[in-house]
């Protein structure tokens, strides 16, 4: 049974900074890409950051230079380090796992970021 239990959210000030964490079980982490995505109310599910199966890292424009995404496959851990949060970043963030050849796919359950004064 696939898992992807994600962690870290909360809230937090305008300027602060949070760390999430998602845990998978279940896939051969290390061959699959992975990805944080987020949705905010009445809006569609963008992608945030994505780190290949080899460690590549690319952001969304809007939170290059204050997001970082990582990875430790010997604890099947993805990360994203936010900082310099801003309000438009409230949103509840997924973590998502693409098979490295394509064709299969898993979500995590999401956890809510709120930035607010």
């Known amino acids: 049974q696939v898992q992807l239990v994600e962690s870290g959210g909360g809230l937090v000030q305008p300027g602060g900074s949070l760390s999430l964490s998602c845990a998978a079980s279940g896939i051969a982490f290390s061959k699959y890409h992975m990805s944080w995505y987020r949705q905010a109310p009445g809006k569609e599910r963008e992608l945030v950051a994505q780190i290949t199966h080899i460690g590549g890292a690319n952001y969304a424009d809007s939170v290059k230079g204050r997001f970082t995404i990582s990875r430790d496959n010997a604890k099947s851990t993805v990360y994203l380090q936010m900082n310099s949060l801003k309000v438009e970043d409230t949103a509840v963030y997924y973590c998502?796992?693409?098979?490295?050849?394509?064709?299969?796919?898993?979500w995590g359950q999401g956890t809510q970021v709120t930035v607010s004064s």
């Open positions: 998502k796992a693409d098979y490295f050849l394509g064709s299969r796919d898993y």
